[in-house]
């Protein structure tokens, strides 16, 4: 279960389960199309407790980026661990949008 709230402007999208993988993305990526087709601007992903993401977990997150970047949004992700911080800094995302750890 994926838990979406709403602060202020800010849609704050809370992944379930520990690690954001190919056999688990069809639910994250239909909330994440439906966020944007609904107006959402400002999408933050929290991975507090997700020890894990794999190239298609990464694909999602940058697809996600650049179809709000193209609708004048912002994207950002709070929460990384350790290790998906160094991951997503060694490929360079964090020169795209925000990304913070714990």
């Known amino acids: ?6 602060e202020d402007e800010k849609t704050v999208v809370r992944p379930s389960g520990d690690s954001i993988v190919a056999a688990t993305l069809a639910e994250l990526r239909s909330q994440l199309h439906g966020i944007v087709a609904e107006g959402g601007r400002n999408v933050v992903i929290d991975l507090d407790g997700i020890c894990m993401v794999d190239s298609s977990g990464i694909g999602l997150l940058i697809a996600a980026y650049n179809s709000l970047r193209k609708a004048g949004g912002q994207f950002a992700v ?4 350790p290790n998906i911080l160094e991951l997503f ?6 020169q795209h949008f925000s990304v913070s750890g714990n």
């Open 78 to 81: 709070i929460h990384a661990s």
């Open 89 to 94: 800094q060694s490929m360079r995302m964090h």
């Open 1 to 6: 279960m994926i838990v979406i709230t709403h």
